[in-house]
């Protein structure tokens, strides 16, 4: 009966384990801080941030505009991405206000879903 214990195969995917072992520790590993930010953005979330609370589509277009000037004001979001997602609530705000509440909904979750934002905020 041959020896599989050390087959050419069984060898290479050991090997493979091994080497994505060690490339995932890698990832887990502290270097000194150069006090430098890196990607992160010294700025943050004020504490005590909140977002507006109820039902209806006046709620949904504040919680959203809410979002987004957070997202503004940490960098997130660029200048000109930001102008184009303050107009798509601005017309969801007017829809709303004309009182098509479903339409108005509809606009915030099509403009959350087209620039990555949960539409269940």
Do not use: W
Request: proline share 6%; net charge positive; charged share 20%.
């Amino acid at each position: 009966m041959p020896d599989h214990r050390f087959s050419p195969r069984r060898i290479l995917v050991l090997g493979a384990l091994a080497g994505s072992a060690l490339l995932l520790a890698g990832c887990n590993t502290t270097s000194p801080s150069t006090g430098a930010p890196g990607f992160a953005s010294l700025e943050f979330t004020p504490h005590g941030y909140s977002l507006p609370h109820g039902k209806g589509c006046n709620v949904r277009v504040a919680r959203y505009r809410a979002v987004i000037d957070n997202d503004v004001h940490i960098g997130q979001v660029n200048k000109q991405v930001s102008k184009t997602i303050y107009r798509e609530i601005d017309r969801a705000a007017a829809v709303c206000a004309r009182g098509n509440d479903a339409k108005s909904q509809a606009m915030i979750r099509a403009s959350e879903i087209k620039y990555g934002y949960p539409s269940t905020i």
